[in-house]
């Protein structure tokens, strides 16, 4: 079976190639693009990581394909609609250690709110005593407000009620077993109205798409801080850098950019670059991540370790 392997670095070359030897492996370390597919255009597997976009006309160079391994649980770089319309099959890493990007979000929201990158600016200028500036928050008594309780929110709600917090939250399908004195359901509206801090563990879809925007924002708390470790586009960046300028907005961290794809290879994003220029430089309200919250040893073995799973099963059914 011919098996095309986009995204790949040395970690994926040595776990695919020990595993899936039998196999012809062609290893390509940028993400999906024209040249490699109109190349290998007999390829009978591809797997892509989320720093790849499959498109339709991508699929459609590919007439030999039957399966797309992809090294995520998130979907939405992949027109999985047209991979079912022509019986291709799509396997995801659904679960792969959902406290890791649990673990990573509180990593991002004391950073923010213990002044970390404050601090080392700082301490890298020589200056050794602490300043005003440097004072930060307690997450202690605070509201968090997390949109989207499946396996990383569900994480994030524990981790939440350990630090003391009082949990507000919402999903489609609420899992009550999260429920608690200190953690409860409600409408969107309150969550915006009541938390010192929102952090998005939903899906990129065309209903979370913009879900905070300019509207979502003004209905929030003066100062409010705001984590995102889902997908970019979630969040609106114009109506996020305005609420950062009025003040709406203390502070942010985001893992995950609008756009992100297009600004790897290169592309302009006047939004992304003034939100750098005015905040993120010199370390003042904002911590711009480059989509690393899954990226610990453990939860990456476990993603090439399910998606070598996912190709020796396809394999076997395909064999039948
Ligand atoms: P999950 O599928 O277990 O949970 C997602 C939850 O969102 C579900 O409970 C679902 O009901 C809810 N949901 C769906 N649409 C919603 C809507 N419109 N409003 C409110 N809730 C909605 O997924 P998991 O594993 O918790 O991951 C969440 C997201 O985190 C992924 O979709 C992915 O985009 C992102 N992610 C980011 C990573 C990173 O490295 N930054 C790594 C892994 C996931």
Redesign the pocket.
């Known amino acids: 079976m011919k098996i095309l392997i986009f995204d790949t670095d040395a970690t994926v070359r040595e776990v695919f190639g020990r595993e899936l030897g039998e196999h012809e492996l062609l290893f390509i370390e940028e993400p999906v693009n024209r040249d490699a597919l109109l190349l290998h255009s007999d390829a009978d597997v591809v797997s892509v990581f989320?720093s790849s976009r499959l498109t339709r006309e991508d699929i459609q160079l590919l007439p030999n394909l039957r399966a797309v391994v992809a090294r995520?649980?998130?979907i939405?770089h992949i027109d999985s609609e047209f991979l079912k319309e022509k019986g291709i099959a799509l396997n995801t890493v659904?679960?792969y250690g959902?406290h890791?990007?649990a673990e990573?979000t509180f990593a991002l929201l004391l950073a923010l709110t213990r002044r970390v990158p404050e601090s080392l600016t700082h301490m890298n200028a020589g200056v050794f005593e602490k300043a005003p500036e440097l004072e930060g928050d307690d997450l202690y008594g605070k509201t968090i407000g997390v949109?989207?309780?499946?396996?990383?929110?569900?994480n994030v709600v524990t981790r939440a009620k350990a630090f003391g917090m009082k949990v507000l939250m919402?999903?489609?399908?609420p899992?009550t077993a999260l429920e608690s004195d200190e953690a409860r359901y409600t409408a969107l509206d309150e969550i915006y109205a009541e938390s010192d801090i929102i952090t998005l563990?939903?899906?990129?879809?065309p209903?979370?798409h913009h879900?905070l925007n300019t509207a979502a924002f003004a209905k929030m708390k003066q100062g409010v801080v705001i984590v995102n470790?889902?997908?970019g586009e979630l969040i609106e960046t114009e109506a996020l850098l305005q609420a950062l300028r009025s003040g709406k907005v203390s502070r942010a961290a985001l893992?995950?950019l609008e756009g992100e794809r297009e600004l790897r290879e290169g592309g302009e994003n006047s939004t992304v670059h003034a939100l750098i220029k005015e905040f993120v430089q010199g370390s003042k309200r904002v911590i711009l991540m480059p989509?690393?919250?899954?990226?610990t040893r453990e939860a990456y073995h476990e993603i090439l370790r399910i998606s070598v799973a996912n190709v020796h099963e396809f394999v076997k059914k395909s064999i039948k």
């Open positions: 989320v995520s649980s998130g939405d659904p679960r959902a890791t990007v990573y949109i989207g309780t499946g396996a990383i929110g569900a919402y999903d489609l399908f899992n563990h939903a899906p990129g879809t209903e979370t879900l470790t889902a997908r893992d995950v989509h690393i919250a899954f990226f």
